[in-house]
């Protein structure tokens, strides 16, 4: 219809071959020459454009435009780029080698690799606020890291190495004062391979007291909620007391309440906003600017890609740690096999599995997914409550009891094998790993007794697992049942069992054996519980706290820091692994929880809440604070997956990592992990450069071992910047980390030397104070 009113089919198209001949007319004027690779080609691309113009186009944009809509056509934009940035790189490269064919061969990559395109900020002011609100900023931030530098120092926890070369300028102490510890390079070839060699014996084999190392005699007892070490059996006496640094609950309260300040004063949350802001930018423009490289980088390095690196689930829970199919099926077969079994006892009788389900009124044929009803839904979003119920299979608190618990009448049997055959599967599938949580409760003080028997008795073991151990915050729920006096009484259960094995290992050889393959500690529960108390020196000293209320968040948390401070002290003395404190923190519930983190973990799990905190997410970026992330179970409990802040997280430089939480509850497939990457890499578009790199932060702030690390990500996985970094195991371009690093340190630079700037100027102006007053005074 259209074409007839505009003529009709016998208007003649355009004919291009007639139109456009030559070099165009308006560029013969230029001075310069600005001759491109398209000259002589106009005709073509023209002509192009003109029948594209006339057939019914395939495509759904213009020519014109650019693709942003269309993922084939910028697939093909992409391709087209790709292969033209390797054929340059391949040029660049042959150029290069002959000029240093000569010397530096080894260095040629690494020069290669610092080749990518930089956004630089120049000017006076580079920030954007006045020079006094830098200052101002400046000052609190530092003096937020500090904090957090001396509590990590204080109980053997790590702290961002770049970060602490730069407070390092600003401090009085010498480097060797602030517990600066040196880790040995792992001695291995850089072509070792990326499996770490393990041994064949199992660790739980060697389970003979005998050769366990010998007892150290110490005497021990907690004084106000922390556990003190005597060199006597005979506590009683002070002066064998031993000299182990114990964090301060004055300066600790002290020091919240600078933060708290901090965090909420204006000009340094527009400050710490503003950077946050450009730093995303800046990602921006760089990914922008080097995507290309970054992709053809990953593509020239042989074998290696997204599926062959190493990922670490960060934060998953055992009790939920396979999915419902798995679950279910599971309990198909023990009640096919073990029908007979005794498995619980109810009222003092004996009942087998086959009672159970009688009582119940299921059959095998019964169970399906839909019965087991395990799964995360709908309802379960903002209600903690309800997500909690969905623990139980088939709302039954028994079935929980039998198949998901390592202390019940058949010993945690089904626990361990389910657990097991997860394991398998991690093995299975080679790359990989997860950091199982098992909970201690602190209401007995055989509890980890117990649980070390069930590890190493059913041989729960696994070289793609490490284990942490979870304190769910319920006291207030033991103490209104009357099986806790007091607060101090929890802490003892937890703690003493710990210093004891470590004092004599042979007096509890399974836990010692197990503790081996204990990263360290996690705090759980539901954030947005109301806190009825503020921990502040009025608070209560543990042994006191006898209310049926629960200590608030910070409380926990703090007396958690001090017994690991001086149990991991203890252990250090005897050559022992010390432990880290890795708690769920700001999923919900107030902010404080977050600051909270912040001084006392090394890294944390959620930090939801971040996104809300300029402030703190800009101290959580500059000590690089690990942060285990699940969107998934974020999704179905406290906030939908569009509006999660991870890819905000990421683009900022701050060290995200991708978890699973509970695939029982919120994931379908057999590989939850990958589910997990599969999901966010299709939601937010994430590149195969985002996707190795989320992967490689996951294994950094992993609690696997130093060497089984080097293995991972290259044996000099600890130094700074694109030297850390091997692109051959990580699949990381150099250019992503060098420009990681570079971003972090000027930022550092910014801060430190504004501070720095104003110490000079007092310096002078008190030279000038003098001056004056002594010529005043002639
Ligand atoms: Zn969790």
């Given amino acids: 219809m259209a074409s007839e009113l505009h003529g009709g089919p016998r208007s003649r198209p355009l004919q291009s071959a007639r139109s456009l001949p030559g070099t165009p007319h308006c560029l013969k004027h230029f001075p310069v020459d600005l001759r491109t690779s398209m000259d002589g080609k106009y005709k073509e691309i023209a002509e192009e454009l003109f029948s594209r113009s006339l057939a019914e186009s395939e495509m759904r944009s213009a020519p014109y435009e650019f693709p942003e809509d269309s993922p084939i056509e910028q697939l093909e934009e992409r391709r087209q780029r790709l292969e033209r940035q390797i054929s340059q790189d391949v040029k660049l490269f042959k150029e290069q080698s002959e000029d240093l064919v000569d010397h530096l061969p080894k260095e040629r990559d690494v020069l290669l690799e610092r080749e990518f395109q930089r956004v630089s900020i120049s000017g006076e002011e580079k920030c954007g606020v006045p020079f006094t609100d830098l200052l101002d900023a400046a000052k609190s931030v530092v003096k937020a890291l500090f904090i957090r530098e001396k509590y990590m120092g204080l109980s053997l926890q790590s702290f961002c190495k770049s970060t602490s070369r730069f407070l390092q300028v600003l401090s009085e102490k010498p480097l060797e004062m602030r517990f600066y510890e040196e880790i040995p390079e792992t001695p291995m070839a850089a072509d070792a391979p990326v499996h770490p060699p393990f041994t064949d014996q199992h660790p739980y084999e060697k389970c003979d007291p005998e050769s366990m190392p010998s007892s ?108 419902q199919k798995h679950l279910l099926r599971f309990i198909k077969r023990a009640m096919k096999k073990h029908l007979e079994e005794i498995v619980h006892v109810e009222k003092g009788k004996e009942q087998t599995l086959k009672e159970v389900f009688e009582t119940m009124n299921l059959t095998a044929y019964d169970l399906s997914v839909d019965t087991l009803d395990v799964h995360a839904d709908r309802n379960t979003f903002h209600r903690f409550d309800k997500f909690n119920a969905k623990y139980n299979p088939i709302g039954e608190s028994i079935l929980r009891e039998i198949f998901i618990k390592t202390d019940n009448r058949v010993s945690g049997k089904y626990f361990a094998h389910i657990i097991k055959e997860v394991m398998f599967d991690l093995e299975e599938s080679k790359y990989q790993n997860a950091e199982l949580r098992l909970s201690i409760y602190g209401r007995a003080w055989d509890e980890w007794d117990k649980l070390a028997k069930w590890a190493v008795s059913h041989k729960v073991h696994s070289n793609n697992v490490r284990w942490l151990v979870q304190v769910p915050r319920l006291f207030d729920v033991y103490r209104t049942k009357k099986q806790l006096a007091n607060f101090q009484e929890m802490l003892e259960n937890i703690f003493l069992p710990l210093f004891e094995v470590t004092i004599h290992p042979a007096s509890h050889p399974e836990l010692h054996l197990f503790l081996e393959h204990v990263d360290g500690f996690d705090s759980v529960d539901d954030e947005s519980k109301p806190e009825h108390h503020i921990f502040n020196l009025d608070s209560p000293l543990p042994g006191n706290w006898v209310e049926e209320d629960n200590p608030p968040y910070s409380y926990y948390l703090y007396y958690m820091y001090a017994n690991m401070t001086v149990l991991n002290h203890l252990r250090r003395k005897r050559g022992f692994h010390t432990f880290v404190l890795r708690p769920h923190c700001g999923e919900a519930g107030p902010i404080h929880h977050l600051v909270s ?182």
């Fill in 216 to 323: 150290l005699g110490f005497g021990l007892k907690m004084v106000n909620g922390v556990i003190h070490v005597y060199t006597k059996q005979d506590v009683t006496d002070k002066s064998t007391e031993l000299d182990l640094p114990y964090p301060d609950l004055q300066e600790f309260i002290a020091d919240m309440n600078v933060l708290m300040a901090l965090i909420i004063n204006g000009p340094i949350k527009s400050f710490c906003y503003r950077r946050l802001q450009y730093l995303s930018s800046k990602f921006q423009m760089h990914v922008l600017l080097n995507e290309m490289k970054e992709l053809a980088a990953q593509k020239k390095v042989p074998h290696r890609d997204f599926y062959n690196i190493r990922k670490v689930d960060t934060h998953i829970h055992a009790s939920s740690c396979m999915n």
């Fill in 597 to 778: 983190g912040f001084m006392l973990s090394e890294n944390i799990s959620h930090g939801l809440l971040l996104r809300k905190a300029p402030v703190l997410q800009y101290l959580y970026y500059l000590a690089q604070i690990g942060i285990a992330m699940s969107p998934l179970s974020n999704n179905s409990l406290f906030l939908s997956y569009h509006r999660n802040p991870l890819p905000e997280y990421l683009s900022r430089g701050l060290i995200v990592s991708l978890s699973t939480d509970d695939p029982l509850q919120f994931h379908f497939t057999k590989e939850p992990l990958m589910e997990e990457y599969s999901i966010a890499t299709q939601v937010w578009k994430l590149s195969s450069c985002d996707m190795c790199e989320l992967a490689r932060n996951s294994v950094l702030m992993s609690g696997f071992s130093h060497k089984v690390k080097s293995y991972w990500l290259g044996p000099h996985y600890l130094k700074e910047g694109p030297e850390g970094n091997d692109i051959r195991r990580t699949n990381v371009p150099g250019i992503r980390v060098a420009y990681r690093h570079e971003t972090l340190c000027q930022e550092l630079m910014l801060i430190t030397q504004a501070v720095q700037t104003e110490e000079l100027e007092t310096i002078q102006e008190e030279d000038s104070l003098t001056m004056s007053s002594s010529l005043g005074a002639r």
